[in-house]
Every structure is written in structure tokens, then in C-alpha cells.
């Protein structure tokens, strides 16, 4: 299993970013897909969810500010960030479970400058 993150970068308070993550050695289409994020000297929290039926959970910080959304022919997540805070700043990480067994991307570092 591989998954890949990219989209991250440095914006302004108030700014938008979308990133994405690219999957392989999974059946995608079937996986729930998840986004993390790690500030420093935090412990990895969780952000995002989306079901193999696209249903999505939230984070309460994060609510009306992204979306997760996935494309299943592109085996793709992806992650729309809006309104960005200061306090987004983060690495963040896409995430999947497989017959029990937790993977992660290598992540992606989002700077929200104030």
C-alpha cells in the first residue's frame, strides 16, 4: 500500500489550499480514507473521514472550512481547505486501514502565516 500526499504549502490567514492524495495497493473504491495532521508538539489528530460511500465526519475545528472528497477512478483523496487559521499549521497525513493494519503517506507540510 502507498499513498502519496501533495498540495501542501505556505499561505496567508484566510488563505486555501487543496491537497491531494494518490493511493495504489488497494482497492480504493472500498477503503474508507482519512486525513491526519501533526502540528508541533502535538500528538496526530484526526481531521477528516470519508466512506467507501463518500459519507464524511469532521473534526470540530475544521467544520465549514474543508471538505474531503475522493475520486474513485483516480484512486485520489483529497482534502479543500478554506479560511485557513494559524493554528492549521500542521503535517498533514492521509490515512487508511487494511485488514487491520494502519497506513500513512509521508506527508505534507501546510504553513498558515499569520
Known amino acids: 500500500v502507498q499513498l502519496q500526499a501533495s498540495g501542501g504549502g505556505l499561505v496567508q490567514t484566510g488563505g486555501s489550499l487543496r491537497l491531494s492524495c494518490k493511493a495504489s495497493?488497494?482497492?480504493?473504491?472500498?477503503?474508507?480514507m482519512s486525513w491526519y495532521r501533526q502540528a508541533p508538539g502535538n500528538q496526530r489528530e484526526l481531521v477528516a473521514t470519508?466512506?467507501?460511500?463518500?459519507?464524511?465526519n469532521y473534526t470540530d475545528s475544521v467544520k465549514d472550512r474543508f471538505t474531503i472528497s475522493r475520486d474513485n477512478v483516480r484512486r485520489t483523496l483529497y482534502l479543500q481547505m478554506n479560511s485557513l487559521k494559524p493554528e492549521d499549521t500542521a503535517v498533514y497525513y492521509c490515512?487508511?486501514?487494511?485488514?487491520?493494519?494502519?497506513?500513512w503517506g509521508r506527508g505534507t507540510l501546510v504553513t498558515v502565516s499569520s
Open positions: 490515512n487508511t486501514r487494511l485488514r487491520g493494519s494502519s497506513y
Open positions: 495497493g488497494i482497492v480504493f473504491s472500498i477503503n474508507t
Open positions: 470519508i466512506s467507501s460511500g463518500s459519507t464524511t
